[in-house]
């Protein structure tokens, strides 16, 4: 039977002074978390240095931005030395609630095979563009996996397996910056691995609040134009493959969509 020994795994570009706020809220759920600085040029890696001397807290500094997909995979490749068996990826802008986090690890415990996905509850905070827009991402996903399970492709909170993501990164050279979440969700499905979907609450800060976005509405969506066309040639090909082999066994353990 496989096990479950999860960290926090907590990628971090120009967060600005939202970042060690958000470490601290994961710190107080009492788990090992990991926060990996992707070339930060901000100075909000030094608002953590308060926080080093946690005995639960790593932090890994890399020298140059090459994007999230990047950071969480070197990030997951030293969570797999360390002997953690799953990473729950949380974004460092505060948008996730920590308080959830041990009922991801629940979940993991119990499905220690599985995937658990967020599936995003938006506030009045949410953009109406960005709700909307996912809608298109989500569609492609499902199309691409034959309705394996992916009930939000573009969330970021989510519980991974740490060896099979390791495994999908290195089986393409692509998913390393934006294309991160909805890319890995769907090679994840084409291996057959198990998806539970767990809504999660989100919140958009504002700019007072100290909110900070990296996404940008161009460039960020050309590159998902070209990435679900490159996974649509991908599905056509494994299509013969996908429709025998049944769905996803933990399909009728995720609650319903609202």
């Not at 809220?25 to 992707?38: N, T």
């Not at 309705?147 to 290195?170: N, Q």
Request: with cysteine; charged share 20%.
């Amino acid at each position: 039977m496989p096990e479950s020994r999860p960290v926090v795994l907590i990628p971090s570009y120009n967060t600005g002074p939202i970042l060690p706020t958000t470490v601290e809220a994961a710190l107080a759920m009492g788990v090992p978390v990991r926060v990996v600085i992707d070339g930060s040029t901000d100075g909000s890696a030094d608002l953590l240095s308060p926080l080093l001397s946690h005995p639960r807290l790593q932090v890994i500094r890399l020298e140059r931005n090459a994007g999230k997909g990047s950071a969480v995979l070197h990030g997951t490749r030293e969570a797999l030395k360390e002997g953690f068996t799953h990473v729950l990826c949380m974004d460092a802008d505060g948008q996730h609630p920590a308080d959830l986090i041990p009922r991801y690890f629940s979940c993991s415990a119990m499905y220690p095979e599985a995937a658990v996905f967020g599936r995003p509850v938006f506030d009045a905070s949410a953009p109406a563009l960005r709700v909307n827009g996912r809608k298109v991402s989500n569609f492609w996903a499902n199309l691409e996996t034959l309705g394996w399970g992916i009930d939000d492709s573009l969330f970021g909170m989510r519980l991974y397996p740490a060896k099979e993501l390791v495994e999908v990164f290195e089986s393409t050279f692509f998913a390393r910056r934006f294309d991160f979440d909805p890319e890995v969700a769907v090679r994840l499905a084409w291996r057959g691995v198990p998806i539970l979907n767990l809504p999660t609450p989100v919140r958009y800060l504002s700019r007072e609040e100290g909110g900070v976005s990296q996404f940008r509405y161009l460039r960020d969506n050309a590159l998902l134009t070209w990435m679900h066309t490159r996974l649509f040639l991908g599905f056509v090909l494994r299509l013969p493959w996908l429709a025998l082999r049944g769905e996803n066994p933990l399909l009728s353990l995720s609650p319903p969509a609202s």
